[in-house]
Nanobody, 120 residues
Framework: QVQLVESGGGLVQAGGSLRLSCAASGRSFSNNPRAWYRQAPGKQRELVATITNFGTTNYADSVKGRFTISRDNAKNTLYLQMNSLKPEDTAVYYC??????????????WGQGTQVTVSS
């Protein structure tokens, strides 16, 4: 069993910063969460940022240059540093652990999400 818990969200004014954390517990079969998603009301969940096992990062165009994804494998924790926040960033943010067992067998683990609200 794998559990993911997001934290660090809150209410912040435009231009402010927040750092989100995703703590993973339980066995993950040598895998760690590597992606942040967000979902705003009435919209589909979108991929915000990813980090590979080799440390390569990728970002959605909407957050590039403002957000930074990082990880601390020793602490089983994924982070998302969010700077220069905009009202458009308002959403529930989720971390994700995707496990590909091969042969078409895959599992996705999600936390409960943490609310980020950016006021104008």
């Amino acid at each position: 069993q794998v559990q993911l818990v997001e934290s660090g969200g809150g209410l912040v004014q435009a231009g402010g910063s927040l750092r989100l954390s995703c703590a993973a517990s339980g066995r993950s079969f040598s895998n760690n969460p590597r992606a942040w998603y967000r979902q705003a009301p009435g919209k589909q969940r979108e991929l915000v940022a990813t980090i590979t096992n080799f440390g390569t990062t990728n970002y959605a165009d909407s957050v590039k240059g403002r957000f930074t994804i990082s990880r601390d494998n020793a602490k089983n924790t994924l982070y998302l540093q969010m700077n220069s926040l905009k009202p458009e960033d308002t959403a529930v943010y989720y971390c994700n652990l995707h496990i590909n067992y091969g042969l078409g067998r895959m599992e996705d683990y999600w936390g409960q999400g943490t609310q980020v609200t950016v006021s104008s």
